[in-house]
């Protein structure tokens, strides 16, 4: 069964450091999708991408953020400069064409921890 | 805004025991709601999608059912691997139908005990 891969899946980092969070979305998808989970929090809407660019982005999903689709298969998220409150769970999912008869396919989440 | 209520926040049964998780939401034009599962440090797993009130589906031990406010998922006979958090979300029309973001709830923690 196809699934959307997520690495690493843990990443310590320095505050102010730049980090990558990278995904592998399920093949034929062409809506790819960040989310993140602080913990003990609910899970939010960061950005959305389709047809290589940004279809909708959060507040949260400031400067300091940014989502590239590199090459066929990848889609990474950056976070320029971190920060304390950016420790959190992230998420990345996909769907067939973004459309709410076809649901958003979850990856295993990179945990991301800033000190 | 989208706002989405699950409760209880926690629900510990024994298993057997039948019970029912709440979803009230509120949104201005609901596209679909989704029940999701999610297991310690895992992504959401999909469960269910429902479009309008009134629609019930089920798999399994699990029910889920709409209504113009809230959703219930219902869990009957329940076992030691139901154990998880359930999350519901929204998906809203949106201007220019490109939103497709989902609007989850905190979830509810069921465990189940044998």
């Known amino acids: 069964e196809p699934e959307v891969t997520q690495t690493p899946s843990h990443q310590v980092t320095q505050m102010g450091q730049e980090v990558i969070l990278r995904c592998v979305p399920i093949?034929?998808?062409?809506?790819f999708y960040w989310y993140r989970q602080i913990l003990g929090q609910k899970v939010e809407f960061l950005v959305s991408?389709?047809?290589?660019?940004?279809?909708?982005k959060s507040e949260i999903f400031d400067d300091q953020f940014s989502v590239e689709r590199p090459d066929g298969s990848n889609f990474t998220l950056k976070i320029r400069s971190t920060k304390l409150e950016d420790s959190a769970m992230y998420f990345c999912?996909?769907?067939?064409?973004?459309?709410?008869?076809?649901?958003?396919?979850f990856g295993p989440g990179t945990r991301l921890t800033v000190l | 805004e989208d706002q989405v209520t699950q409760s209880p926040e926690a629900l510990r049964l024994q298993e057997g025991e039948s019970s029912s998780l709440n979803c009230s939401y509120t949104v201005s034009g609901l596209r679909g709601l989704f029940w999701y599962r999610q297991d310690p440090g895992k992504g959401p797993e999909f469960l269910f999608t429902l479009y309008s009130a009134g629609e019930e589906k089920e798999k399994e031990r699990l029910k889920a059912t709409l209504t113009k406010k809230e959703s219930f998922l219902h869990i009957t006979a329940p076992k030691p691997e139901d154990s998880a958090t359930y999350l519901c979300?929204?998906?809203?029309w949106g201007s220019g139908g490109s939103n497709y973001k989902l609007t989850f709830g905190k979830g509810t923690l069921l465990t189940v005990n044998p």
């Open positions: 979300a929204v998906q809203a």
């Open positions: 093949s034929n998808h062409l809506y």
């Open positions: 991408f389709y047809n290589n660019e940004i279809s909708e």
């Open positions: 999912a996909s769907n067939l064409d973004g459309s709410s008869y076809n649901e958003q396919f």
